[in-house]
């Protein structure tokens, strides 16, 4: 007996001494399956107990029990590899703290093996994979930290029955997905819950209502979708709820003010909640911060918000709240009860009317104050420096007006100032050089006047200063005002800026975009420019630079544009351009450089565009790199060039020098000059039909010549007169290459729309021809019928150009998609479908509008007939573009149907392409694309639904089967790949069926371009 109780001693004791061996042997394994261990795991070693490692804690060791692992806590440590299994052998383990640091791999599935485990935080490393299902098995687990991994897959269901201890689960910023599960609605102990910044889909589940000691609910940027669970509301003891960034929506209800009394942190933002904002919440006493941004809000923000006196942070931009003259406004009088207000931002709302004078008299702790993209006007108070904490101010797209008061340079905090697109008026203060913090102005297309302040260069921190499209902005640039910190913009552009550019120019050495275009500048350009070594984008056309190009230039390896179009720039084209590696865009048109185009260009593997036209060049052009693809160059205007691709339609170098009067000949059979234009012809025939008229000793005719044969032309003065001496009040828009007027021609009724080309700008005049050959050559009912034109000469003696078409007298598309508060014609590629391109008649019939840079392609063969020699850059407008062209594709009616494509996705979703919703990966094709077929209702724009017919079901689900089809055929013909699209007969088919099916249905009648104005006003 003695005995066998003495073997049952042994057999425990060395059980145990296994046991503690076991422990040594997993951390050593943990320690071997890192990468780098840095200094934290030095100590780990033999030599010392493994109690003494550090970030090891025991139990006290008895003679009958030896020491075993109890916690793990190396956070911070820099340990890089990945986790070993063996982590799992440490069953007396009860917490492991490993958090921020360089993990990665999977979990190990054998930490389900930790049954004591009370504590994991595992958080801020890169690790992968699922969470192992069995981790429901650590059934004492209290609080479990998986934040900011790699983790992926769907939460294990039953992690809530299973973990009934559990109180706090941090699952943010991983990649998470499927449903939130509804078990952890039975872990009744939850107070913190975090599953932001995952992809988690579905409803909330109703359930988490029964957590009645949550106090920390995070469910923000996931795909949650639904209403959100009124049940929610009932939790009490909530301090901070975050939904924002889903697809939830829904109304807040009446009596949220009663609903959660201890509320810190409220927010809805970014989601798609409708209704008022109720007033009641205006008695949420305890809100830090709210956030109502990105919804469709309607109606008055609650007048007492300010009875929130613990605000900091109040977010309402991008709603349809409103306020005016009458009403609206009073909550700005009211949050100057808030004494910590730190941020509010209410821009883009439809607020109108004055600005509220009480603005003044928010807090001097507020640091952001957000106004623009709305209807406010009224000036900016001369006591704004009232609010002397602020450090970002704007007021952009808005009607604000009056000049810029000298108070605002006492907001010696101030950080950014956003003035653009104001109605402001008056000089720039010179007080702004007082803001030494100020590292970004941004003023452009406003109405600023006079010289630009030399103490802007007092402002040594200000890296983007934009000024561009102030036009009565003049005067020389202050050299004080090229500062070493500018490093992303500057921009003067379009100003009337004059005289020389200072030589410190060549201080903007950390530069990455400097824009003097549409100037008066004039003198050489300082060879100091080439010190602006990260230059990216130079801009300097059309001003009055003379000289030679700065073969410093050189210098600036990864210039990617540079444009010196329209100048009076001479000698040569320095070599040592082709030494900029990065160049991807070179503009030199319009300018009397002379000698040859350099072949040492055709080495630059990046340039796609190249634009040398109107220049005195001569010799051989360059028939490789970029010289190799027609649509890319443009060499039109230098009648002593040879060679180059047979398309150029150029004489071959070698019948050169041939005798002046026989060259003259041969230059005149292929570009006729007429004296009354001094038109060079820009539609080149093809060359089978240019030798048959070179045989037949005919001449060609122009685009401008032929419209003469159809119309007469009308003078300067008519038109001068038809517009009231081109009147602001008969202005109907502006466009890249000019404006648009309403003209009333003597003895006649109605009134015509004329197209007043702006000959300054680059490209403009190519547009007119290119639009005169359009129009003579197409008939159609869809298409801008060509009255007349006029090429004649202005008051000031500069050449004039004008186009005078039928007017639409409903505008474009446009501005009714985005208010304000078989054919006998020849194939044709517009190249620019967009919404301001579609005008309408008064029938309410469209038109297509603008045919400055469209082509027409040849009926045999699928080749294009261009209107010049070549074609320069992308072609179209951002976003409506098709994708190939900015690869160096050529241009085919493939490109109209991807524009098309777009058109109709934006039609029926309310937004553009350009929405600043997308970003990086998404766009409006996969924006709709991922709707269909099931959630298009989330896509298509709600006034679709604000007709009184679609409370009937057939006729909604035949709105529904008609929205199904047409954004269908939107994301068919937007496709990336040109060769995926619906070919563009198979499209009008479709939406002619789809039209005629629906033709009956009275709620297209909303589709009526009159019947959205209702709707929108």
């Known amino acids: 007996m003695w005995l066998r109780l003495l073997l049952s001693v042994v057999c425990l004791t060395v059980a145990r001494m296994a046991a503690s061996g076991g422990d040594e042997a997993a951390l050593l394994a943990f320690k071997a399956g890192l990468s780098n261990g840095g200094s934290a795991l030095a100590s780990w070693n033999s030599s010392t107990g493994f109690c003494s490692w550090e970030g090891v804690a025991c139990t006290r060791g008895r003679s009958r ?72 098995s650590c059934v004492a687990l209290e609080q479990l930290f998986l934040d900011s991994n790699n983790l992926s897959g769907r939460v294990p269901l039953e992690l809530g029955n299973a973990l009934t201890r559990l109180w706090l689960l941090r699952l943010k910023n991983n990649s998470f997905t499927g449903p939130v599960p509804e078990s952890l609605a039975n872990a009744s102990l939850l107070s913190y819950l975090s599953l932001a910044n995952n992809q988690f889909d579905g409803a909330i589940p109703p359930g988490l209502a029964g957590l009645a000691g949550l106090w920390h609910l995070d469910l923000s940027v996931n795909k949650l979708r639904g209403a959100l669970p009124l049940s929610l509301y009932n939790l009490s003891s909530l301090r901070m709820f975050h939904v924002e960034g889903n697809r939830l929506h829904g109304t807040i209800p009446a009596d949220i003010g009663s609903k959660f009394p201890a ?19 205006s008695n949420l006493t305890n809100l830090t911060s709210l956030q109502l941004s990105i919804n469709r809000f309607t ?122 697109r104001t109605r402001l008026s008056g000089l720039i203060p010179g007080a702004l050089g007082n803001l030494t913090r100020l590292n970004r102005i941004i003023a452009y297309s406003s109405n600023l006047e006079g010289p630009i302040p030399a103490s802007l260069g007092n402002l040594r921190n200000l890296y983007l200063l934009d000024l561009a499209g102030n036009y009565r902005l003049n005067g020389s640039i202050p050299k004080e005002i090229l500062l070493t910190s500018l490093s992303s913009l500057l921009d003067l552009s379009y100003n009337s800026l004059s005289g020389p550019l200072p030589s410190e120019v060549g201080n903007l050495v950390n530069l990455n975009q400097l824009f003097l275009s549409g100037n008066r500048l004039s003198g050489r350009i300082p060879d100091t420019i080439g010190n602006c070594l990260v230059l990216e984008s130079l801009m300097l056309d059309n001003n009055r630079f003379e000289g030679s190009i700065p073969q410093s230039l050189q210098n600036i390896k990864g210039l990617q544009l540079l444009n010196l179009t329209n100048n009076k720039l001479s000698d040569t084209i320095p070599q040592g351009l082709s030494d900029i590696t990065a160049l991807q865009e070179l503009y030199l048109a319009h300018n009397n450089l002379s000698g040859h185009i350099p072949a040492s260009l055709q080495r630059l593997t990046l340039l796609f565009a190249f634009d040398a036209s109107f220049n005195d060049l001569q010799g051989e052009v360059p028939n490789k790199g970029v010289f190799r693809n027609l649509t890319a160059i443009s060499v039109t205007g230098n009648s002593k060039l040879c060679g180059g691709i047979p398309q150029l339609h150029l004489a071959p170098c070698s019948t050169l020098p041939l005798s002046k009067s026989r060259a003259d000949a041969r230059s005149k059979s292929l570009i006729i000059s007429l004296t009354t234009t001094g038109v060079v012809l820009l539609f080149l025939v093809s060359a089978t039909v240019t030798i048959w008229k070179l045989k037949k000793g005919r001449k060609s005719q122009t685009p401008l010549a032929a419209v003469e044969e159809h119309f007469q032309r009308v003078s300067y003065h008519a038109l001068l007169r038809g517009t009231n001496g081109f009147s602001e009040s008969n202005l109907l828009g502006k466009g890249r290459y000019g404006s648009v007027y309403k003209c009333m021609l003597e003895d006649e009724d109605t009134p015509v729309a004329v197209k007043i080309f702006n000959l300054q700008q680059s490209g403009s005049l190519k547009s007119f021809q290119a639009e005169c050959e359009a129009l003579r050559r197409l008939r159609h009912r869809s298409l801008i019928k060509i009255i007349t034109c006029c090429s004649s000469i202005d008051n000031q003696g500069q050449d004039f150009k004008a186009l005078v078409m039928d007017i639409m007298p409903n505008g474009s598309l446009d501005d009714w998609l985005h208010p304000k508060f078989s054919s006998p014609t020849p194939p044709i590629v517009h190249c620019d479908i967009k919404p301001s391109n579609i005008l309408l008649a008064e029938d309410m019939s469209a038109r297509v509008g603008d045919f400055g840079i469209s082509r027409i392609l040849l009926e045999s063969a699928n080749k294009t007939r261009e209107n010049s020699n070549s074609t320069i850059g992308i072609r179209g407008s951002i976003g409506y573009v098709a994708p190939e062209y900015g690869e160096g594709s050529p241009i085919s009616t493939l490109g109209d149907v991807y524009s098309l494509g777009i058109l109709l996705l934006e039609l029926f979703t309310g937004r553009r392409p350009t929405d600043d919703m997308f970003k990086e990966s998404l766009d409006l094709h996969t924006f709709s694309e991922a709707a269909l077929p099931d959630r298009y209702l989330e896509i298509v724009d709600p006034t679709i639904w604000l007709h009184n017919d679609v409370d009937d079901k057939v006729t909604r689900s035949r709105v529904q089967e008609c929205l199904t089809s047409v954004i269908g055929i939107g994301i068919s ?3 990336q790949q040109p060769r995926e699209r619906m070919p563009i ?21 909303r589709w009526n371009m009159k019947e959205k104005e209702k709707l929108t006003r």
């Open 65 to 136: 029990n030896p020491p075993r692992v109890v916690a793990l806590s190396l956070p911070k440590m820099g340990l890089a590899g990945t986790l070993s299994a063996a982590i799992g052998n440490l069953t007396f383990l009860q917490a492991i703290e490993l958090t921020f640091n360089w993990l990665h791999g999977d979990v190990p599935a054998s930490l389900g093996r930790l049954r004591r485990l009370r504590y994991m935080s595992l958080g801020y490393n890169s690790l992968s994979g699922e969470i192992p299902s069995n981790l429901t």
């Open 263 to 281: 509320m810190k942190d409220l927010s809805f933002a970014n989601n798609r909640f409708t209704g008022g904002v109720p007033p009641s919440i």
């Open 299 to 420: 109606g008055l923000v609650p007048r007492d918000l300010g009875r929130m006196y613990r605000l900091q942070y109040l977010y309402m931009p991008h709603n349809m709240l409103q306020a005016d003259d009458t009403q609206g406004w009073e909550f700005i009088t009211s949050l100057a009860n808030c004494s910590q207000l730190l941020q509010l931002s209410l821009s883009d709302n439809a607020f109108a009317g004055q600005l509220p004078s009480s603005l003044v008299n928010l807090s001097s702790t507020l640091q952001y104050l957000y106004l623009g993209d709305c209807g406010i006007s009224g000036r900016i108070p001369q006591d704004i420096s009232n609010l002397a904490g602020l450090s970002i101010l704007d007021f952009a797209n808005t009607s604000i007006c009056g000049v810029i008061p000298d108070s605002i340079g006492k907001l010696a905090n101030l950080v950014e100032l956003g003035l653009y």
């Open 973 to 975: 013909c937007s496709k």
């Open 985 to 1005: 007969r198979d499209a009008a088919m479709e939406m002619h069926a789809i039209r005629d099916s629906n033709l009956v249905s009275p709620v297209l009648l």
